[in-house]
């Protein structure tokens, strides 16, 4: 199993809703990133957790909060976003940092 | 900063010619490199990579050339094929403290190959 999946797919959420956007692998990896992408420009690393502990944080706003439950499991808990915020989300695992990246494919976000 | 800077927006090449997609960074503690390809709404995907003790790592129909005094590196795709038709970033990584270790990507290449 070479796959990172990401659920959902597409989300269209209101500035006042609450949702969360979850990544599953099964690859024995030990880190795992979020990624925020615009059409157009290159990804964009959000968090990096590393051994499920929060390794890296870029600067990212309060209203997108990573929980990392589990060595196969990353989540992405996001409250209150502004229209700006609709991009597509990536995550991605590695072995462990440094090495190659493997990403899902994606949840296309709209904030109406 | 622009540390990974990927110049040609796109590039259009015939079925069967080669393509080369080029890449040019700053950041001299860079030491590992990597070739994304992307298709529309999905998520990248890993092609191949090198690390500056080589300066060349090939895999199938794609090569990496890696010229460390130019910080330029460059991939060969040969023969290319339509499928090969997607964006392709170039990214970077340094082994050193702090959070260089993060992948830096460049603003990508859309490639398409034409039959």
């Known amino acids: 199993d070479t796959e990172v999946t990401q659920t959902p797919k597409h989300l269209v959420m209101g500035m006042t809703n609450k949702k969360s956007l979850k990544c599953e692998q099964h690859m024995g990896h030990r880190a795992m990133y979020w990624y925020k992408q615009k059409a157009k420009k290159p990804p964009e690393l959000m968090f990096v957790?590393?051994?499920?502990?929060?390794?890296i944080n870029e600067s990212v706003p309060s209203r997108f909060s990573p929980e990392c439950p589990n060595s196969s499991l990353l989540n992405l808990h996001l409250h209150a976003l502004q229209p700006e915020d609709s991009a597509l989300y990536l995550c991605a695992s590695s072995q462990v940092i440094r090495e190659k990246l493997f990403f899902g494919s994606g949840t296309q976000l709209s904030v109406l | 900063d622009q540390q990974v800077k990927q110049n040609s927006p796109s590039l259009s090449v015939q079925e069967g010619r080669i393509s080369i997609l080029n890449c040019d960074y700053t950041?001299?503690?860079?030491?590992?490199f990597l070739w994304y390809k992307k298709y529309p709404a999905e998520g990248p995907t890993f092609l191949i990579s090198?690390?500056?003790?080589?300066d060349k790592n090939e895999d199938g129909r794609f090569t990496v050339f890696l010229n460390k005094s130019a910080k330029h590196l460059s991939l060969h795709i040969v023969p290319s094929q339509p499928g090969d038709s997607a964006v392709y970033f170039c990214a970077a990584s340094a082994n050193s403290g702090g959070s260089n270790y993060k992948l830096t990507f460049g603003k990508g290449t859309l490639l398409t190959v034409n039959p």
């Open positions: 957790y590393s051994y499920e502990k929060l390794s």
């Open positions: 950041n001299s503690m860079f030491d590992y």
């Open positions: 090198i690390s500056s003790i080589k």
